[in-house]
Structures are given as C-alpha cells and as structure tokens.
C-alpha cells in the first residue's frame, strides 16, 4: 500500500507507545458518559482538548471545570482549543482566549486547530507560539494543521497533527520525509469515518508513518455534527488493543 512506501527506520520496532489525543467532545452535559469513560484506569490517554463554546466560552462552565479536574486529577493533560481559523483570526484574539482557558480551567496546554500549514505563516504562528509559552511555562502545545506543514513548524511545537480527514484518504495517505528527522511521540493523526473491520489496518498506518498520538472513530462528519463529540463504536476495543500494544 502506499502509506508503505516512505517508512521511517525502526518505527514498527520502537518501544513508543500509541496513545489517545481527544480532540474536542461535546459539552459534558451532552456526553457524559463520553467525559466519564476517560477516567476508566488504563485507557492510554496522551491529552483531551477541552472545547467549551468554540473556545473558552464567555465565563467558567462549572461542568466543564469539573470534567477538566477529574482528569487533570488522574495526571492526563487537558489542552484548551485555540481555533486559529487557518490564520485569521489576530493574535490578540487568540492569546485572550488563552489567558481565559489558564484562568478559568487551568489547562496544562492549547490545541491550534485549523493551524496554517505554509511557509508564509510560519512567523505569526511561532510568535503565538512563544507567547503561549511565556503565559504558561510547561504548556504542551499541539499545531492542528491536519496535514504535513512547512518543516519549521516542528521546532516550535510539542507535537503536529499531520493527519486530520476520512479514512478514505487515510488508508491511501503518504508520510512527509522530512518526518524521519522527528520521534514517533512528536505526530498525531485524527481519522474518521474508520469502519470496525479496518482498526487494525488504521493502526499499522499510524505505526509506520511514525505517530504515536492518534483518534480513531467509526462517526462521519454532517452538517451539525462533529466526528470527534461522540465516543466511537468500538472504544472498547480500540482502547483494549492499544492497551496490551499494536503488534506489527
């Protein structure tokens, strides 16, 4: 297959462990069992991005205070959801809603969804970048770009999503080369629409593009919904076979 034919030396043999990044679920009151089923000891979570209102709302939400400290409680990090709008939004928007999220929720990081991904907005990112850093010392900052960026962008994030789409494009996707300058533990991948049958196909894509941060669900995006509000189908088993490790 083609996601095949660019691998990384040594990644199907690495000691990284695959792990969870939660992209964004519904509000606590309308997935409740979503929130809860995170807290379950040993569901291998990396972090959960905490989305209140398309950002951090206009005052604390006592729900979403109270489902961010149960798992901050358990040591797993909760990033607070920076829509950068593909770089339309201004800076002074951006890090007012992250001053909300340290404020309001004590977030340990910040997701930059729809991040820009080219060479031209390279600078105002990284300045965002080191201004998060400067308000929060210890944030762990993920770029959303949701597909492989100018290469500059990995010296200035904890980790990029280099894959955010349907699994008809994922199963056939390839891995940028500059990739295997980096560690698995650096790359994420969000993917949809992946049907039971195909996990263990979906793993190994992950495993041999090198990206140990991943979310898989069976849910496809509509026209009021979001892929990423529910829990998949198959939670259960994905969470039993990330567990115990992806076998090659």
Known sequence: MPYLTSTRPGTASTDVRTGFGIPGFAHPLLAPLEWNGLTRPGTPLHWVVLNVADGPGVQPDPHCLEAAGRLRNTGVRVLGHLDTVHGLRSF????????????????????????PADRVAFPEVRRTVGTLRVIHEDAHIVLGHGTHPYP?????ADQLVTFSGAWSDYRWSQVAEW?????????????????GPHLDEALRIARWQGAATIYFTDHAPGPLTDPWEQLPGYWDDIVSRIGTGVSE
Do not use: K, M
């Open 179 to 195: 990739t295997a300058d980096h560690p698995p533990e650096r790359f994420c991948h969000f993917v949809h629409g992946v049907p």
């Open 92 to 115: 002074g928007e951006v890090i007012s809603d992250a001053h909300r999220y340290l404020d309001w929720y004590q977030v340990d990081g910040f997701l930059l969804d729809r991040c």
């Open 152 to 156: 500059g962008y990995a010296e200035h």
